[in-house]
């Protein structure tokens, strides 16, 4: 019963390097999406996927590119980190696009970027 | 005005209690409620899931919905330790086909033994 799956769970970058965050689901949803959490800020969306072959950027999309490689997996890339970029980031996904189905989450990778 | 208000807490009760946990919005267009719970160092795990005014159980848990004073509440009976957690609420509506989802910043829960 894994659900969604994020890799790595921790990770430690210095400012400038690249990182992949890779997430894959295995109950057949169509969306995907990519949040970070800050305390006293909630969740913020970065990019979603409605369904393969498309993205679109949230509300926190700067800094961060993404990649649906396929109906299973969605990766979330940051090309050069910054100490801003340190966050918990979670990979949620559901059956399909409108309100009417909830999200269901990973359990997140922690990112620290020094 | 933010879109969903929350009170971060924290919240401290003695085992047993009952809990009450609120958020406020005011996107008249919101129709779809739930209530997430989150341990520390894990995903939200999805607890109740509404999309009407009224009231829905599932064991110990009940979710409320006003929609007419734009106002949704999680009730916890015979409250546990393991009930420790941060508890999001969220409330979504569909536009132009696509989901708009907005969270609530949590509020903060420990019950004590």
């Known amino acids: 019963n894994a659900g969604v799956t994020q890799t790595p769970k921790f990770q430690v970058l210095k400012t400038g390097q690249s990182m992949t965050l890779q997430c894959a689901q295995d109950?057949?949803?169509?969306?995907m999406y990519w949040y970070r959490q800050d305390p006293g800020m909630g969740l913020r969306l970065i990019y979603y996927s409605a369904s393969e072959g498309t993205t679109d950027k949230g509300e926190v999309p700067n800094g961060y590119n993404v990649s649906r490689l396929n109906k299973r997996e969605f990766s979330l890339r940051l090309e050069s980190a910054a100490p801003s970029q340190t966050s918990v980031y979670f990979c949620a996904s559901k059956k399909g696009t409108g309100g009417n189905q909830p999200q269901h989450f990973g359990d997140g990778t922690r990112l620290s970027i020094l | 005005q933010k879109e969903v208000e929350q009170d971060p807490g924290p919240l401290s009760v003695p085992e047993g209690a009952i809990v009450s946990l609120n958020c406020t919005y005011s996107n008249s267009a919101f129709q779809y409620f739930m209530w997430y719970r989150q341990y520390s160092r894990k995903g939200p795990e999805l607890l109740m899931y509404?999309?009407?005014?009224g009231n829905k159980e599932d064991g110990r848990f009940t979710a409320q919905v006003d929609k007419s004073s734009k106002y949704i509440s999680l009730f916890i009976r015979d409250s546990q330790p393991s009930d420790s957690a941060t508890y999001l609420c969220?409330?979504?509506?569909?536009?132009?086909?696509?989901?708009?989802?907005?969270f609530g910043k949590g509020t903060k829960l420990t019950v004590n033994p």
């Open positions: 109950m057949n949803h169509n969306s």
């Open positions: 969220a409330m979504s509506t569909t536009q132009g086909g696509s989901e708009k989802l907005v």
């Open positions: 509404t999309y009407s005014s």
